[in-house]
């Protein structure tokens, strides 16, 4: 049964920056994709970013494209969010999420989920 562990969130000024990190265990990490996802309080979740089991391929939400960057290392189990120029809109809470096979845009399509990490954006 996987387990995915968030760390990072803090509260930042607008502008600031953050770099989150999910550790993962009781999964084969090098066949799963993974994503971070977010979420604000009464609203659905929101997929951010994702990559690619193979690490070859990123993607990134409109909204977040060019100021986050997701990245992982494979030898810790770990995945990535570095981000940057953070805005008001970006606080939420943030989860990392996986799936067996290639990345998915939906939030709700992956398997396992972590608890998530607190992100506050001041403005």
């Known amino acids: 049964q996987g387990h995915l562990v968030e760390s990072g969130g803090a509260l930042v000024p607008a502008g600031g920056s953050l770099r989150l990190s999910c550790e993962v265990s009781?999964?084969?990490?090098?066949?799963?994709?993974m994503a971070w996802i977010r979420q604000v309080s009464g609203e659905e979740r929101e997929w951010v970013s994702c990559?690619?089991?193979?690490?070859?391929?990123?993607h990134y939400a409109d909204s977040v494209e060019g100021r986050f960057t997701i990245s992982r290392d494979v030898a810790k189990s770990a995945v990535y969010l570095q981000m940057d120029n953070l805005k008001p809109e970006d606080t939420a809470m943030y989860l990392c999420?996986?799936?067996?096979?290639?990345?998915?845009?939906?939030?709700?399509?992956?398997?396992?989920y972590g608890q998530g990490t607190r992100v506050t954006v001041a403005s």
């Open positions: 990559i690619f089991w193979d690490g070859e391929s990123r």
């Open positions: 999420a996986a799936r067996d096979g290639i990345c998915r845009s939906k939030a709700q399509e992956y398997e396992y």
């Open positions: 009781g999964l084969s990490f090098g066949d799963y994709s």
